[in-house]
């Protein structure tokens, strides 16, 4: 079993729709928990940060954390043609480690 | 800023040949990581580095691969002898501080293909 799983997907979904990528993982030490946004041929780019469980909303984005279920979602409201991605969930044990887990990736497609 | 920049985008070679990334961190970024992307194990940490000396070098897949970092301006990843297995995308990343509220921005990343 790999650390981290994500649905590779790829999801297609219509514009305007409420998307949920999703991320479980295994080890029980991850603290801090993050989601990345990677277009195609691009370097990841960071989208939220979220520490332990609970949830923390950033515009059109809400980053949930269950550390009791070792899952973590990222939903994202009214999608467009833009969001299409693909989103890297990472996790690391402690606010200064810097050896992150990477989950292999969802790609989403959002059509017009 | 122009971002972190890596050299070249793209290198395609042939196995056994020597193989150099290069990459320019952010000015004043203590923290400069190298990651390996693949369809197969994803986005790996390689090495990283706090102000030029290596920190972790647990991800290095074995003794072809090194990674130098001269100066807080440039780092070198380099593959001798380059292998089919090789094929990935590198990235490049740094940070200005260690804490995780410090965002960690990622070059574009070289292309590389062994032949």
């Known amino acids: 079993q790999k650390e981290v799983e994500q649905d590779p997907g790829p999801l297609s979904v219509p514009e305007g729709a409420i998307v949920s990528l999703n991320c479980t993982y295994s080890?029980?030490?991850?603290?801090?928990f993050m989601w990345y946004r990677q277009y195609s041929r691009k370097g990841p780019e960071l989208l939220m940060y979220?520490?332990?469980?609970g949830n923390k909303e950033d515009g059109r984005f809400t980053a949930q954390v269950d550390k009791s279920s070792k899952y973590i979602s990222l939903f994202i409201r009214d999608s467009q043609p833009s969001d299409s991605a693909t989103y890297l969930c990472?996790?690391?044990?402690?606010?200064?480690?810097?050896?992150?887990?990477f989950g292999p990736g969802t790609r989403l497609s959002v059509l017009p | 800023d122009a971002g972190v920049i890596q050299s070249p985008r793209h290198e395609v070679t042939e196995m056994g040949q020597e193989v150099t990334l290069r990459c320019k961190p952010i000015?004043?970024?203590?923290?400069l990581f190298w990651y390996r992307q693949t369809m197969m194990r994803g986005l790996e940490l390689l090495i990283y580095?706090?102000?030029?000396?290596?920190?972790?070098d647990s991800g290095m897949p074995e003794d072809r691969f090194s990674a130098k970092m001269p100066n807080a301006s440039f780092s070198t990843l380099k593959i001798q002898p380059s292998e089919p297995r090789d094929s990935a995308v590198y990235f490049c990343?740094?940070?200005?501080?260690?804490?995780?509220?410090?965002?960690?921005?990622f070059g574009p990343g070289t292309r590389l293909l062994v032949l």
């Open positions: 000015s004043g970024h203590d923290y």
């Open positions: 080890n029980s030490a991850f603290q801090y």
């Open positions: 990472a996790m690391t044990k402690g606010n200064y480690g810097q050896n992150f887990v």
């Open positions: 979220t520490y332990s469980s």
């Open positions: 580095f706090n102000n030029n000396v290596p920190i972790d």
């Open positions: 990343a740094s940070r200005r501080g260690p804490s995780l509220q410090e965002t960690q921005y």
